[in-house]
């Protein structure tokens, strides 16, 4: 007799590669049953940025009982469960260190398959477990926008990429987050500026189009932009930045840079839409820019989902889980992992 193929798929996945504890359930790699997320941000926020240790300890602290509402949200046992994922890397090895553990020690008392998420991937899925997730169709562009990662890939099919460049140096989320410390914003700056930008002039002043000439490929640099916003700084008393207009001319630069590239290698490649994803993609000048300079449908998750968060892990896995692909309880941190 031939078994049918199970129906529902369930997987509970850990995310803890940063600042956020995250546990979530995922049915079909699409339906969120339960997405749990601790953040650590107010805990870094007077250290001006993530304190790796400190990181690694609040995890440790957080995890079972984030794993803990995350099934009971999910309303299900550990027996509906039918595998666990963790991300693997990239990210501060201490923190990794906590979601694999705990992961692997479920995987064990459980008995139920492990998987190993690459982080960036995660973020590549979070568009599954959005409502676009049906007409999502093949090829298609990614730009992955975090703290950590500036990446352009295309996407050929489930888990095929190729990468047609990113960051030279800072990652846009970074420059986000250091313009806000030099502006004197709340960190994270990210969201401070895009809050700040929307009460400034953007042509107030004119920052660099940081690598725009088609030499350097689908790349992208914002460390001059960094330095340039510096020198402007410079030029005021510290009590009287014009905040405002500084950080709006500052995204504005950020989201030229970003969009320019997206859209030439949309046209050269020919996909089927546009994929916003990662921390930044929750930037409002960002969706708003790419929206109208690309002829194509353009997605990006909801705020929550563009953030660090435990759903795209398993969203992810599921596809993972389609193709057989399982980790033993070997499975390692790699702090630097690269998606290809
Ligand atoms: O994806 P994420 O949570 O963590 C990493 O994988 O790095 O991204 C965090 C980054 C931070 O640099 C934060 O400043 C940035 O995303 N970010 C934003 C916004 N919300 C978060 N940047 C610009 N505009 C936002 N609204
Ligand atoms: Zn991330």
Redesign the pocket.
């Known amino acids: 007799m031939v078994t049918p193929e199970k129906q529902m798929i369930r997987i509970l996945a850990i995310e803890t590669?940063?600042d956020e504890t995250a546990a979530a359930v995922v049915e079909n790699g699409t339906r969120m049953l339960s997405n749990v997320i601790a953040s650590q941000t107010d805990l870094h926020a007077k250290y001006g940025g993530v304190f790796p240790e400190v990181a690694s300890r609040k995890h440790v602290e957080l995890i079972y009982a984030v794993i803990r509402q995350a099934m009971q949200q999910a309303h299900i046992g550990y027996d509906d469960l039918d595998a666990i994922a963790v991300t693997k890397g990239p990210?501060l090895v201490g923190s990794l260190l906590v979601g694999v553990n705990a992961a692997k020690g479920l995987a064990l008392a459980r008995r139920k398959p492990l998987i190993g998420v690459n982080?960036?991937e995660?973020?590549i899925y979070s568009l599954w477990l959005t409502e676009a997730a049906a007409e999502i169709e093949f090829p298609l562009l990614t730009l992955v926008v975090?703290?950590?990662?500036t990446e352009l890939y295309l996407m050929r099919d489930h888990g095929v990429y190729e990468h047609l460049g990113g960051t030279l140096d800072d990652a846009a989320g970074e420059a986000f987050d250091k313009v806000g410390r030099l502006l004197g914003l709340p960190y994270p700056g990210g969201p401070a500026i895009d809050k700040a930008a929307t009460q400034g002039n953007a042509q107030a002043y004119r920052f660099p189009r940081a690598v725009m000439q088609s030499e350097h490929g689908y790349n992208f640099s914002f460390s001059g932009l960094k330095t340039a916003v510096l020198r402007q700084t410079k030029k005021f008393e510290s009590n009287r930045l014009p905040v405002n207009d500084l950080a709006a001319s500052f995204q504005a630069a950020v989201v030229e840079s970003l969009v320019s590239k997206t859209v030439q290698a949309a046209q050269e490649h020919g996909v089927t839409a546009v994929h916003l994803a990662?921390?930044v993609s929750a930037n409002r000048a960002l969706r708003q820019a790419m929206s109208q300079q690309i002829d194509l449908p353009v997605r990006y998750p909801p705020p929550v989902l563009c953030?660090?968060n435990a759903a795209m892990i398993g969203a992810a896995a599921y596809w993972a889980f389609k193709n057989g692909r399982f980790d033993t309880l070997n499975l390692d941190v790699t702090p630097s992992l690269r998606l290809i």
């Open positions: 590669s940063c990210g982080h960036i995660g973020h975090s703290g950590g990662h990662g921390g953030t660090d």
